[in-house]
């Protein structure tokens, strides 16, 4: 245990000495750019520059500037990849969903953890991801989360998604005030660790009338359900375990698991035999905001197939009057 938190308090320490580095290196770049552009020293290296005559400086400039351009698309880049936010299609906003409607034939899979990062199990679960090459989403605790940030910048790093399951794991009654704290707070949290602004939220036991998803709703997240709960939180045998995930999968459906709250080791030890059998099935496994972006896709597919058959349709009968009156077609002079 010791030990443990030793690491971590290291890796903190660097992880922090290198932040405080970047910024350092910005705050000094900076004011460098703009004093460039605004004053006299500005213009003399500009003449500098026209004169054909680059001194040491403008050149030791010129590096810096480019260097600074440098870091800021990488920046960006990475924070367009780890997703600041999940592009959420705008009909899964401020909705409950349970699982998604994908084509005929698509067999997709999301597999969701509840109630982590937990140091253990969440770690041997993303080692058992990561070989078998599956993307999945966490819900995460944020009281949980504050002990194990290093374990949640791996789900991030790892490709997965991190998404809001509250703070406290509170089942009772919530006014707006005290679930405004319990999911809000926990965001700000999973921001804070990961750098990912999450839009999606699971209530705690599933629980959809005690004021959290109310809250949440109103707050625009998508309000995350299931469609196969594995019931592994009673620590079912593992055979017992698989059947009943390899039993309820569908395609489009959402599988709930645990990889906090307690012992999980069924669960750890269940995660390679679902992920074979259902692979065998023919599925392939995604996170829950690629999950909806499929049904979105097919939903549009769907809407311009049917708008498409319409015109089809009244073609014939609107079109056939006027086509004497139609001038013949003069080709376009080149
Ligand atoms: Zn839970």
């Known amino acids: 245990m010791e030990r443990d938190k030793s690491y971590i308090w290291s890796k903190?320490?660097?992880?922090?000495?290198?932040?405080?580095?970047?910024?350092?290196?910005?705050?000094l770049?900076?004011?460098?750019?703009?004093?460039?552009?605004?004053?006299?020293?500005?213009?003399?290296?500009?003449?500098?520059?026209?004169?054909?005559?680059?001194?040491?400086?403008a050149e030791s400039y010129k590096r810096i500037e480019k260097f600074r351009l440098?870091?800021?698309?990488?920046?960006?880049?990475?924070?367009?990849?780890?997703?600041?936010?999940?592009?959420?299609?705008?009909r899964f906003r401020g909705v409950t969903i349970n699982q998604a409607k994908?084509?005929?034939?698509?067999?997709?899979?999301?597999?969701?953890?509840d109630d982590g990062p937990w140091n253990i199990y969440t770690e041997q679960i993303l080692d058992i991801l990561k070989k078998h090459e599956v993307?999945?989403?966490?819900?995460v605790l944020a009281q949980v989360l504050k002990r194990n940030a290093d374990v949640a910048r791996r789900i991030v790093d790892d490709g997965h998604t991190i998404a809001n399951h509250t703070w406290h794991h509170w089942y009772h009654r919530h006014n707006p005030q005290t679930a405004a704290s319990e999911i809000d707070r926990s965001s700000d949290l999973i921001y804070e660790i990961t750098g990912v602004r999450t839009n999606l939220f699971r209530p705690p036991?599933?629980?959809?009338?005690?004021?959290?998803?109310?809250?949440?709703?109103?707050?625009?997240?998508?309000?995350v359900m299931w469609s196969a709960d594995s019931i592994d939180y009673k620590r079912p045998s593992v055979p017992t375990?698989?059947?009943?995930?390899?039993?309820?999968?569908?395609?489009?459906?959402?599988?709930?698991?645990?990889?906090?709250?307690?012992?999980?080791?069924?669960?750890?030890?269940?995660?390679?035999?679902?992920i074979k059998k259902l692979k065998?099935?023919?599925y392939s496994f995604v996170t829950i905001p690629e999950l909806l972006e499929i049904e979105d896709k097919e939903i549009k597919l769907a809407a311009a197939r049917k708008a498409a058959a319409q015109k089809k349709k009244a073609t014939p009968a609107q079109s056939a009057p006027s086509k004497p009156d139609k001038k013949p077609v003069t080709p376009k002079q080149q």
């Open 135 to 139: 993307k999945a989403t966490f819900f």
């Open 12 to 27: 903190a320490t660097l992880i922090a000495l290198g932040a405080l580095g970047s910024i350092l290196s910005l705050g």
């Open 102 to 113: 994908v084509p005929k034939g698509k067999k997709v899979i999301a597999l969701t953890f």
């Open 70 to 90: 440098a870091m800021l698309s990488t920046w960006q880049k990475q924070s367009i990849e780890k997703g600041l936010s999940y592009k959420i299609p705008q």
């Open 241 to 274: 375990l698989v059947n009943r995930v390899v039993k309820r999968a569908t395609p489009g459906g959402i599988v709930l698991l645990h990889d906090g709250g307690g012992n999980r080791t069924n669960t750890v030890a269940s995660l390679v035999p679902i």
């Open 29 to 57: 770049m900076i004011p460098v750019s703009s004093t460039v552009f605004g004053n006299k020293t500005g213009n003399k290296i500009a003449q500098n520059i026209s004169n054909g005559n680059p001194t040491p400086k």
């Open 205 to 223: 036991g599933g629980v959809l009338h005690n004021g959290l998803v109310a809250y949440a709703k109103k707050k625009n997240y998508t309000v």
């Open 280 to 282: 065998q099935q023919g």
